[in-house]
Nanobody, 126 residues
């Protein structure tokens, strides 16, 4: 069974940090671009960051540039999202997604992604 499993969410104070992990089982992530998305209550799912299959190219939403870092370890079939200087507006359910592509530049559009995890809650609050 092909699965993506997110972990690492939780409650953190403003200014704090969290590291999310997305691990694949049942398939290899080697030829997939991976994206992190978030969804706040009453809002659409939005792209946060995505990384190419090689890890050489990354994209970030303007709202997280300079605060979040995406990385991947293909040997572990895992992609990470290091989040720092967290703000209350970063609160939401964070999902990782994967799509098969040979493109150099990853795209952070949810419609491209064929595989999704179940999500992990991130709450930034004092």
């Amino acid at each position: 069974q092909l699965q993506l499993v997110e972990s690492g969410g939780g409650l953190v104070q403003p200014g704090g940090s969290l590291r999310l992990s997305c691990t694949a089982s049942g398939f290899t992530l080697d030829y997939h671009a991976i994206g992190w998305f978030r969804q706040a209550p009453g809002k659409e799912r939005e792209g946060v960051s995505c990384i190419s299959s090689s890890g050489d190219s990354t994209n970030y939403a303007d709202s997280v540039k300079g605060r979040f870092t995406i990385s991947r370890d293909n040997a572990k079939s895992t992609v990470y999202l290091q989040m720092s200087s967290l703000k209350p507006e970063d609160t939401g359910v964070y999902y990782c997604g994967a799509y098969l592509t040979a493109a150099v530049q990853p795209m952070c559009r949810p419609a491209l992604y064929g595989y999704w995890g179940q999500g992990t809650q991130v709450t930034v609050s004092s």
